[in-house]
């Protein structure tokens, strides 16, 4: 629990919950980015560590050197104990696969970011709705027709292991991991609980260029990195702007002349939905 006046940590004097469903023994390691989100890194930690009520937790933070003073409050719970904490300069794949090398949880849960703020109880449901129907697979949820990146994936550390974790992308690493689950047959989509939903806050993640440079760099790098893995750049009959067009070509360049290629994944029948 979390002292709410002085936003600090209290003394664990209550009574451990334990889970509804799962294991008391089992231990849940969520793995977290950080990237100068100095607006919400405190109240995101905080609630993520309301978990361990429920659940016994353990908690790892990479921080993507952080200039805006996340580092400050990351090394302090770090201090506390609270969490585990990696500083590197790093792409998100990278970051994911740092924080699971790193975690020593029985599930890991993943996809779930500084920048957004949670509801522990809520979280602890979706983990018994995991165990009670799909133990041993890997369960993503998210928002449909939604601007709100909601991902949120809970798995066993084994599944994760078995289709070799998170790849070097800095866009789609996460449909690419849900990918070679899917073709292990260890995927299943969970409709978002919007009664009773597992974040109390959701960052919008709608893409701000700072002029047309940055813009075009933009989409070279999600479009390299959506071709390196075999993934459809465009949906079928979307609009192709010039500017996109030229984004792709660049790209296409790219992965041709070696651009850190990597094993492509087949589009897997499962249901897919727009990666952060």
């Avoid at 890194?41 to 050197?65: H, T």
């Avoid at 998170?166 to 690493?173: C, F, S, T, Y």
């Avoid at 299943?188 to 609980?193: D, I, L």
């Avoid at 660049?250 to 897997?268: D, F, H, K, M, Q």
């Amino acid at each position: 629990m979390l002292n709410r006046k002085m936003g600090l940590p209290v003394p664990r004097t209550e009574t451990f919950v334990g889970p509804t469903h799962g294991s008391t023994e089992d231990t849940y390691s969520v793995c977290m980015l950080c990237s100068n989100d100095g607006e919400t890194v405190k109240a995101s930690v905080y609630s993520i560590l309301e978990l361990s009520k429920y659940r016994k937790l353990d908690v790892v933070i990479v921080d993507n050197l952080s200039a805006d003073g996340s580092q400050v409050f990351l090394r302090r719970v770090r201090d506390e104990g609270l969490i585990r904490l990696i500083e590197r300069r790093c792409n998100r794949g990278e970051g994911r696969q740092l924080a699971f090398n790193s975690s020593k949880g029985d599930y890991v849960l993943s996809h779930m970011d500084c920048d957004d703020i949670f509801d522990a109880s809520a979280i602890d449901s979706l983990i018994s709705q995991y165990h009670a129907f799909f133990e041993g697979k890997a369960i993503m949820t998210k928002k449909r027709d939604s601007s709100e990146a909601s991902n949120i994936t809970i798995a066993p550390r084994t599944a994760i292991e078995q289709v070799g974790g998170w790849r070097p992308l800095n866009w789609g690493e996460d449909w690419d991991l849900w990918a070679r689950l899917a073709g292990s047959g260890l995927y299943a989509f969970v409709p978002y609980p919007v009664e009773n939903p597992p974040h109390k806050n959701i960052k919008v993640r709608a893409e701000r260029y700072t002029g047309p440079t940055r813009g075009f760099g933009v989409r070279v790098s999600k479009y390299t990195d959506g071709l390196r893995i075999g993934r459809k750049v465009f949906d079928s009959g979307e609009h192709i702007s010039a500017a996109q067009r030229a984004a792709f070509t660049v790209a296409r360049i790219r992965v041709t002349l070696g651009g850190g290629s990597l094993a492509p994944v087949p589009n897997p029948e499962f249901n897919e939905v727009s990666s952060t």
